[in-house]
């Protein structure tokens, strides 16, 4: 079965700094990859995904991520945070070629911005 | 503009009762879930819908059920509440059928069952 692996529950970081959130996957082929953003009381929110194509994939709010075949990762970075990113990450998977539809979520990621 | 909308935002019932939760959405989607979200599990697979009369158990549907009469709908129904089943619940829905594709998440419920 297809997992996700989140490793940090829990990320804090200071306004202007870098952020990298990790995400690793188990899936024996090339997976879509998601990541959303929930703020709290919210709902989840696409940041960006991967399909195919380049390996390096733009979002919204100025985040990025990274498809590395060779390491089954998919981090999600952004070069200067800001405090309004404060929130919960999540990354999440979907089986290439399946007719079930369905993602395979992470545990999450909680980032805490100073300011 | 298209969106997914979930009723009630919160509820509070006690244990024994039966529980709908709403979900509606107005893109046409063909394919509809229904997760939980719990503290250290993240999202959690409840059930799920690729079109009207289909549904699928997720790897939590014991004590839930959906029924699908239209595109637009998938309720949840909690058949006798219980207080594990306090949490925040969310709805989602994606386009093409039977593929993997973007999920679109409605705002949530949070439910309490005394």
Redo the contacts between chains.
């Keep these: 079965a297809q997992s996700v692996t989140q490793p940090d529950i829990h990320i804090t970081v200071s306004e202007g700094a870098s952020l990298e959130l990790r995400c690793n996957y188990s899936y024996g082929a090339t997976p ?1 990859l ?1 990541w ?1 953003v929930q703020s709290p ?6 940041l960006l ?1 991967y399909f195919s194509g380049d390996t390096l994939v733009q979002g919204i709010k100025g985040f990025e991520a990274e498809f590395k075949r060779s390491q089954s990762s998919f981090n999600l970075r952004k070069p200067s945070v800001h405090w309004s990113d404060a929130a919960e990450y ?1 990354c ?1 998977v ?3 070629g ?6 395979y ?4 990621t909680q980032l805490t911005v100073w300011p | 503009d298209a969106e997914i909308t979930q009723s009630p935002r919160h509820k509070i019932t006690e244990t024994g009762r039966q529980v709908t939760l709403a979900c509606h959405q107005t893109w046409n989607h063909n394919n509809m879930f229904w997760y939980r979200q719990d503290l250290g599990h993240g999202l959690r697979l409840i059930h799920y819908s690729y079109g009207v009369q289909d549904t699928n158990k997720g790897e939590v549907s014991d004590g839930y059920s959906v029924s699908r009469s239209n595109t637009e709908d998938l309720p949840l129904t909690l058949e006798s509440a219980a207080s594990s089943q306090t949490s925040v619940y969310f709805c989602a829905s994606s386009n093409i059928a039977g593929s993997t594709d973007t999920q679109y998440f409605g705002p949530g419920t949070r439910l309490t069952v005394l």
């Design positions: 879509y998601f959303y009381g919210q709902g989840l929110q696409l995904k999540f999440a979907g089986v290439r399946s007719t079930l539809g369905r993602l979520f992470g545990r999450g």
